[in-house]
Each structure stands twice: as structure tokens, then as C-alpha cells.
């Protein structure tokens, strides 16, 4: 059982940046595919970002991809989101989640088994 934790969430204006962190215990979190997703006021939940166990594949969705970077580091069993030139847009709750299999269907909630209680992300413009 993968327990995930996040933070960094906050108030930026338009254009700027944050970082969000997940930190994950109980498992065995280098052998865990992890990703991030959010939700923003009245829409589904939305795949972001995830990479492998490995950090050999890395997928975007195409509305953050060149702006957000997903990393991870398994010595401190920690996940990170950078979120660049951020917009209005981008307001939503954003939750990390884990999974040790389904790589194929990491766009999907569905494909994840382990997740964070989420951290609020406004951007104001």
C-alpha cells in the first residue's frame, strides 16, 4: 500500500511558476509508474503528466506539454510537477497517483491505483 502526499499548491498571477511535490511512503516507490492529474470547478478529473519507474517515458497532455516538467527522485521517494508560465486555465486540484502496472493506460484514472488527497492550484489573472 502506496500512501502519497502532496504540496506546493498556492495563489501565482498568470505567467508565473510553481512547483508541486508528492511524497510517497509505505511501498516500494522506485518500482511505481507515478503521474499527475487535476480537476478543475465542475469538470472531469484530467491526466497532466506521468513517467515511468525509470523516468525512461515521459508523457504530457498536449495543454501542458513545453510549459509543465514531471521528475522524480527515487532516493527520496518524491515526485515533482514544474509548472511554468502558468494560466488561468490551469486553476484545479492536482492529485499525483501511483501504479506498478498499465502503462497504456496512464491518460486514464482508471489505470492508477494509488493517490494523494490533491493540493489547490489558482492562478490568477
Known amino acids: 500500500q502506496v500512501q502519497l502526499v502532496e504540496s506546493g499548491g498556492g495563489v501565482v498571477q498568470a505567467g508565473g511558476s510553481l512547483r508541486l511535490s508528492c511524497a510517497a511512503s509505505?511501498?516500494?516507490?522506485?518500482?511505481?509508474?507515478v503521474g499527475w492529474f487535476r480537476q478543475a470547478p465542475e469538470k472531469e478529473r484530467e491526466f497532466v503528466a506521468a513517467v515511468t519507474w525509470n523516468g525512461a517515458s515521459i508523457d504530457y497532455s498536449d495543454s501542458v506539454k513545453g510549459r509543465f516538467t514531471i521528475s522524480r527522485d527515487n532516493a527520496k521517494n518524491t515526485m515533482y510537477l514544474q509548472m511554468n508560465t502558468l494560466k488561468a486555465e490551469d486553476t484545479a486540484v492536482y492529485y499525483c497517483a501511483a501504479a506498478s502496472t498499465g502503462w497504456h493506460r496512464r491518460s486514464e484514472e482508471s489505470g492508477w491505483a494509488y493517490w494523494g488527497q490533491g493540493t489547490q492550484v489558482t492562478v490568477s489573472s
Open positions: 509505505g511501498g516500494t516507490f522506485r518500482s511505481y509508474a
